[in-house]
């Protein structure tokens, strides 16, 4: 299973950025997709979730500024980022985990996404 992530990646302090995911379309509708950061040298975090019925969460730095949301039609999930830090310098990588049969979970990552904010 392939995840893949686009987005441009560079933006001044402030800014915006969008980053996708398109997930194939035969775990899309069964999955609950997240997006994570990672610092090098440490573990991934979670930034936002959407479940597949569409009921997100967030990190604590991440909301109010982040927001996650998916198009059922284009088997895409989507991280609206504003009002961009530098501190959110990092590479980002979707995730799905989804159940293929009950009390059975499969996890698949997007390469990842160099997000630079300048000041």
């Known amino acids: 299973v392939q995840l893949v992530e686009s987005g441009v990646g560079s933006v001044h302090s402030g800014g915006s950025l969008r980053l996708s995911c398109v997930v194939p379309?035969?775990?899309?509708?069964?999955?609950?997709i997240g997006w994570y950061r990672q610092v090098p040298g440490k573990q991934r975090d979670m930034v936002a979730a959407?479940?597949?019925?569409?009921?997100?969460n967030y990190a604590d730095g991440a909301k109010g500024r982040f927001t996650i949301s998916r198009d059922n039609a284009k088997n895409t999930v989507y991280l609206q980022m504003n009002s961009l830090t530098p501190e959110d310098t990092v590479v980002y990588y979707c995730?799905?985990?989804?159940?293929?049969?009950?009390?059975?979970?499969?996890?698949?990552w997007g390469q990842g996404t160099q997000v630079t904010v300048s000041s």
């Open positions: 995730n799905a985990l989804w159940e293929p049969r009950p009390h059975s979970t499969k996890s698949a």
């Open positions: 379309g035969n775990i899309f509708s069964i999955a609950a």
């Open positions: 959407i479940t597949s019925t569409g009921t997100t």
